[in-house]
């Protein structure tokens, strides 16, 4: 799959068109981060050397939504630390807007707008509060910051718990608030680290249609973090996919789907247990890397006519009998992460 | 000044330099100075509310809870003026030194000064704001314990607004040591260890007759910023203070603030950036 690495940066948008090419708003290039192995301690055992950034460059255009999606431990939130100045990468560069952030990481305070994955800072400030300090912090004037708060929170929805703690909220509740405070004091580009988590749908909605306005006005250009492969199939315009600190692809989601086109999924669903002493079902176990078990659900990644066989054996006779339900898919993105040969999917989610 | 310097570098840098000051996007203007110290102090003051009422109690309680006790066991005097001053000024330590040693230590922790760290305010701001609302926080629970002191040991009430002074001096001295030691401090649970220590510390050497102690402590009560605010507040039930003496205790107290201020500002940088 190392060929797939090649694509994280389309030949349009290589380093050579980035200085007059104005459309280029965050590009990396080469960056390198490199956590120090630790000794074994009481408790703990050793940790090995983790290059938690192992040679990323990318570019991101004006207006783009563009999402790093990848399993917990991918390097994602290492990656968008160094692009926020909160971390010094080991090498590479980091410029957005034309700004060297690893010369003049304090720029980027003025540059972007940043949601993390913490709310420890804002807990106890009540939603109204939170907006209105960060606006402030942002370099608005008091009347601005008030101004620019009530259109958020009218905007988001949170109107009726503006007087509430965030601590006393429930966790989507209290992501969205958090969402609420990088609206205030508008910036250029949106730095997002997993934005929805724990949102019920509507609040979801309300992220997505903020961020769709703000891109239609305004030009905002969206970096997002995620995991959740429904959410960047919907939502994003380019993703890279990483794994282990490096970008093992990027693409249009459709574009990477395309990589999989030639294979469909079938999901079927077993009453109890796999019939296997029926020999079309033995025979589809048979089929290999293309299966995955998982207790009474299997998954199965065929050829389109493989597929069509494999279904008129699983609806006819015995096998039906044992069948409790089965669906049949074209290719998710989760469906290309593993294509790619990435090697664990307990880290995505798809919900 | 750097226009000329780029001058002088000849023609062909200078418009190097242009076509990439065109080319870079517009910096949002900056967040100033006393503006996000305001934003923060607010912010701060506001958490009292949710959080701090319970523990502000509980600071006041523990020294008149002390002042009782010492009253069987001091008689009036010089030991009773320490005690009072002491056990005021503990006050203010319990708050401005182990809860706000504590606060940053769990911040820096969790993950929630990358807040701060990604928005464009000065670093002083964010210290010297929660630091305000710390030493703020002391001030209803230091004026009871005063009251409550000076009721008990019968000591004169005439010179007690020279806590104006004191509250806010200590108060920058020790919140000042108890953000840095939040903010230096690895872990979390060490932060709070340090916080408690130093609270103890100016328990047993600020509230005790000093008379009685060894001259080794002595020294140690010398080293520690409360010991300055008790004893201009100390020297206050006097009849006719020394001002003078008071004013070099409280500048004492303003030097360790603006130093141990200083420090924790740059601990924060330190900390915001890994």
Request: glycine letters at 10%; aromatic letters at 4%; a neutral charge.
């Amino acid at each position: 799959m190392t060929e797939t690495a090649g694509t994280a940066s389309a030949p349009h948008e290589g380093p050579r068109d980035r200085g007059h090419d104005g459309d280029v708003v965050c590009a990396v290039e080469g960056l390198v981060k490199v956590y120090a192995a630790a000794r074994a301690r009481r408790g703990a055992p050793a940790v090995p050397e983790v290059r938690a950034s192992d040679g990323i460059s990318l570019a991101v255009r004006r207006g783009e939504i563009f999402g790093l999606l990848g399993p917990n431990g991918a390097g994602k939130t290492t990656l968008v630390r160094q692009l926020t100045g909160l971390m010094r990468p080991d090498a590479g560069s980091v410029s957005v807007l034309g700004h060297d952030l690893v010369r003049h990481p304090e720029r980027a305070s003025r540059l972007l707008a940043y949601l993390g994955q913490e709310s420890s800072a804002l807990d106890e400030l009540t939603v109204s509060l939170a907006v209105e300090t960060t606006g402030r912090l942002r370099g608005l004037t008091l009347k601005q910051a008030r101004a620019e708060r009530d259109d958020v929170l009218e905007e988001l929805a949170l109107t009726p718990i503006a007087g509430k703690a965030l601590k006393k909220l429930s966790g989507g509740q209290r992501r969205l608030a958090c969402f609420a405070t990088v609206l205030v004091g508008e910036r250029p580009v949106l730095v997002l680290d997993e934005p929805t988590t724990g949102m019920d749908p509507v609040a979801r909605r309300a992220v997505w249609s903020a961020v769709d306005r703000r891109r239609a006005d305004r030009g905002a250009t969206v970096l997002l973090v995620t995991h959740n492969v429904i959410e960047a199939e919907t939502v994003l315009d380019r993703v890279a996919v990483l794994e282990h600190g490096k970008v093992i692809a990027c693409d249009t989601p459709a574009g990477l789907k395309a990589h999989v086109a030639d294979e469909v999924r079938v999901e079927l669903v077993w009453r109890e247990r796999a019939p296997l002493d029926v020999p079309e079902v033995a025979a589809l176990r048979e089929l290999g890397a293309g299966v995955q078990e998982s207790g009474r659900r299997w998954t199965l990644r065929l050829a389109p006519d493989e597929a069509r066989a494999a279904v008129a054996a699983v609806t006819s006779g015995a096998a039906f009998a044992a069948l409790d339900d089965f669906t049949l898919a074209t290719p998710s993105l989760e469906d290309v992460y593993l294509a790619l040969g990435g090697g664990r999917t307990e880290g995505l989610v798809k919900a | 000044m750097s226009a000329g310097a780029i001058e002088a570098v000849g023609t062909t840098g200078s418009a190097a330099v242009r076509t990439e000051a065109e080319a870079a996007g517009e910096l949002a203007p900056a967040a100033r100075f006393l503006p996000s110290l305001a934003a923060v102090y607010r912010a701060q003051l506001s958490r009292a509310r949710v959080a701090r009422i319970p523990l502000l109690f509980v600071a006041t309680f523990q020294s008149v809870g002390i002042m009782i006790l010492m009253r069987g066991v001091v008689d009036g005097g010089g030991e009773a003026r320490a005690v009072v001053a002491g056990s005021s000024v503990l006050v203010v330590a319990f708050v401005a030194l182990n809860l706000l040693a504590q606060y940053f230590g769990q911040l820096r922790a969790s993950g929630g000064l990358d807040h701060y760290a990604t928005l464009p305010v000065p670093p002083a701001s964010v210290v010297l704001g929660a630091a305000g609302a710390y030493a703020s926080f002391t001030v209803p629970g230091t004026l009871v314990t005063a009251g409550i002191g000076c009721v008990l040991f019968d000591l004169p009430m005439g010179h007690l607004w020279v806590l104006a002074a004191v509250i806010p001096l200590a108060g920058a001295a020790l919140a000042g040591l108890g953000a840095a030691l939040g903010l230096l401090a690895p872990k979390p649970e060490l932060a709070t260890l340090l916080g408690q220590l130093g609270m103890s510390a100016a328990l047993l050497l600020g509230v005790l007759p000093t008379e009685r102690m060894p001259l080794l402590i002595q020294y140690a009560r010398d080293l520690l910023p409360s010991t300055y605010g008790v004893e201009a507040f100390a020297r206050t039930f006097d009849v006719h203070p020394d001002w003078a003496a008071v004013g070099v205790d409280l500048a004492v107290c303003a030097g360790v603030g603006v130093v141990s201020l200083a420090v924790a500002t740059w601990a924060y940088r330190r900390a915001a950036v890994r």
